[in-house]
């Protein structure tokens, strides 16, 4: 009898979640009989797969168990340079050649369209745009099919900008972003990108108030504001919008100008363009909450696609509710330095003039998955190689003021010194040999210690977490005298989380206790 009750429990509640949304369940379905009166907005279907990354995970099984609708959106936000897994850890989240593998595999199953929102850069020096520039060509090797403008790419200086973009051939789109012509020059070819897509008309500068009226004369739109995707005899229009300044005075870089969101909506919604699809999908930057009080007023978008700064979580669903009950399309919020895909399955109705089911989900990109060899050659040969060009310019950053060796410290600090060997800290520029990661300016900060004037690079010294010391700390403790000087390390998590980055040591934070135990002194 327990048996029967217990096997009860179980499939209810494996109705429940298939009624919720999981994979298998067709998505919108209604009990027998039931009679709709209208068409019903699509229901919370969203989904964060939480991965463990300290598990395997294979590209193939994830495509295969959730890309199931007629036609997948896939998307991804905040690359931030983020080409390549550093190796610190044995499986990390994030990488071009995983992402690549998981889009590939998607793709192979229904029509898909791959988007980018935006932030594919992390900075605004050399380092920064060589990375940005073979982010863009692993993309365009992964198949995207456009990609979005963020503020990290619209605060550049013009021919820096203009450098990223021309290193591949993917379209980029922007519907408040308008250039000075004095200032811009697109790059060679552009209008090649995009021949093959139906692309929607933009808004003139005189009609945003927000650009100024002097600025008007001299602007022109910095890109096309999105397209119309033509799958399975439907259209799927894509809005890419910035949200970020959400003022009435929008915004100004030394670029180009940002038209407020709600000025450039309500001027393109009244040229009537929205018969040009039969549904429609917005792809923004900004935060969720902020977008939402101007999308309530535009119904047109059934799919809400965000770049946002929160963090993953289990709250992301909780986070997302009150927007999606507002606004009453479905939200997909991707993020986490490319961490994660965004991936919204579409089941279109037998009418066109009833809403599309949508379920939605953000899976995890696992350094574990069997890589895209073009991606992985990519990164291993031109792009390892093009680092070596630009570290001597970026390792004067992470010079250090003063070099002290653990040798000196020993002479006090005997029992420390014993624990600091013991440890991998010293190993920490033998690791970065052995993971192709020497060139990398990123992996200095937290593995080397650079003597900038020898052009010299030691592994990881006392003063590397004891900063605040200089040899004025020795010549005190060698004349007895009352020391002035102390380092600041501290045994928290919060202390070493400074370069145990849940995004480079998956395991640390998990099992703090166990590791500091190694290295306590």
């Known amino acids: 009898a327990m048996l029967v009750l217990l096997a009860g429990f179980i499939l209810a509640g494996c109705q429940q979640m298939r009624s919720r949304g999981e994979p298998g369940a067709k998505a919108g379905a209604r009990k027998e009989g039931e009679k709709q009166s209208k068409p019903a907005p699509p229901e919370l279907k969203l989904r964060v797969i939480l991965a463990d990354p300290t598990q395997t995970h294979d590209a193939k099984s994830l495509a295969t168990k959730y890309a199931f609708g007629d036609a997948v959106i896939l998307a991804s936000y905040q690359t931030a340079g983020n080409i390549e897994n550093c190796g610190c850890s044995p499986v990390q989240l994030g990488g071009m050649p995983p992402r690549g593998a998981l889009i590939a595999e998607v793709r192979k199953r229904q029509p898909t369209l791959t988007l980018d929102l935006g932030a594919i850069i992390g900075g605004n020096g050399s380092f920064h745009i060589l990375k940005a520039r073979y982010v863009l060509q692993a993309m365009q090797l992964a198949g995207y099919d456009a990609m979005g403008l963020g503020v990290a790419e619209l605060a550049l200086q013009p021919d820096k900008l203009q450098e990223i973009l021309g290193a591949s051939q993917i379209p980029y789109y922007s519907a408040n972003a308008y250039v000075d012509l004095k200032r811009w020059h697109p790059p060679a070819g552009v209008e090649e990108r995009y021949r093959d897509w139906n692309i929607l008309p933009s808004v003139e500068p005189a009609n945003l108030p927000s650009l100024g009226r002097d600025e008007a004369s001299t602007l022109r739109p910095l890109a096309p504001p999105g397209f119309v995707w033509e799958v399975k005899d439907r259209r799927v229009g894509v809005v890419f919008l910035n949200f970020t300044g959400l003022s009435e005075a929008g915004l100004q870089f030394p670029g180009c100008f940002l038209a407020t969101p709600a000025e450039w909506l309500e001027a393109w919604g009244k040229q009537e363009h929205w018969d040009l699809a039969d549904t429609w999908v917005l792809a923004a930057e900004g ?235």
């Not at 961490?339 to 003039?353: H, Q, S, T």
């Not at 190689?385 to 004067?396: C, G, I, M």
């Open 287 to 521: 935060y969720s909450a902020q977008i939402a009080t101007v999308i309530k007023d535009y119904p047109q978008f059934s799919l809400i696609l965000t770049g946002d700064s929160h963090p993953s979580g289990r709250s992301e669903e909780r986070m997302l509710q009150p927007v999606m009950t507002e606004t009453g399309a479905t939200w997909l919020n991707t993020y986490n330095l490319g961490g994660y895909l965004g991936l919204v399955n579409i089941d279109f109705p037998a009418k066109r003039d009833e809403r599309n089911s949508l379920v939605a989900y953000n899976l995890p990109v696992v350094s574990t998955f069997y890589p895209d060899q073009t991606i992985k050659e990519l990164i291993r040969g031109p792009y390892h190689d093009a680092l070596k060009q630009v570290f001597p310019e970026q390792s004067f950053e992470y010079r250090a003021a003063v070099i002290i060796e653990p040798e000196d410290c020993r002479q006090c600090h005997r029992r420390a010194y014993d624990i600091f060997k013991q440890s991998r800290h010293p190993h920490s520029l033998e690791t970065l040999e052995e993971k192709g990661q020497k060139y990398n300016a990123e992996c200095l900060g937290c593995h080397v210690v650079y003597d900038y004037g020898e052009d010299k690079m030691y592994p990881l010294q006392c003063i590397s977490c004891h900063t605040g010391i200089s040899y004025r700390h020795i010549g005190e403790a060698q004349g007895r005298r009352k020391f002035t000087q102390k380092g600041d390390a501290r045994f928290t998590y919060e202390f070493c989380a400074k370069c145990h980055t849940p995004q480079r040591s998956t395991r640390f934070k998990r099992h703090f206790a166990e590791y500091v135990k190694k290295v306590r002194h």
